[in-house]
């Protein structure tokens, strides 16, 4: 089993800045493919960044490309996301997920096997 921690939310306004962090305990070794999402108020869960704990290859959605920045440390069973140039369209619950099968269908919620709880971001003037 996996447990998974987010930390680092919080509320900024527009064109700043936040830094997510993900604490990963328990059999982390299995794990594979890893990734933030992130839910807004009556809207559906959405995949956001994705890295793979292995070689590190990662990809985002478009709505995120060029700002925000997800990366991983092995040694600490850690998992970030560095968001830059944040919009209000950003407000989100953001989750970390984690899987411990391969990459495929990577920002649909549906085959990741391990959540947090979530940590809140909030973008407004």
Not at 40 to 57: C, L, N
Not at 110 to 122: A, F
Request: proline share 3%; glycine share 14%.
């Amino acid at each position: 089993h996996v447990q998974l921690v987010e930390s680092g939310g919080g509320s900024v306004q527009p064109g700043g800045s936040l830094n997510l962090s993900c604490a990963a305990t328990g059999k982390t070794n299995v794990l594979n493919c890893m990734g933030w999402f992130r839910q807004a108020p009556g809207k559906e869960r959405e995949g956001v960044a994705v890295i793979t704990r292995i070689h590190g290859g990662t990809e985002y959605a478009d709505s995120v490309k060029g700002r925000f920045t997800i990366a991983k440390d092995n040694a600490k069973n850690s998992l970030y996301l560095e968001m830059n140039n944040l919009k209000p369209e950003d407000t989100a619950m953001y989750y970390c997920a984690a899987r411990t099968g391969g990459c495929g269908m990577k920002f649909y919620a549906g085959p990741y096997d391990y959540w947090g709880r979530g940590t809140q971001v909030t973008v407004s003037s």
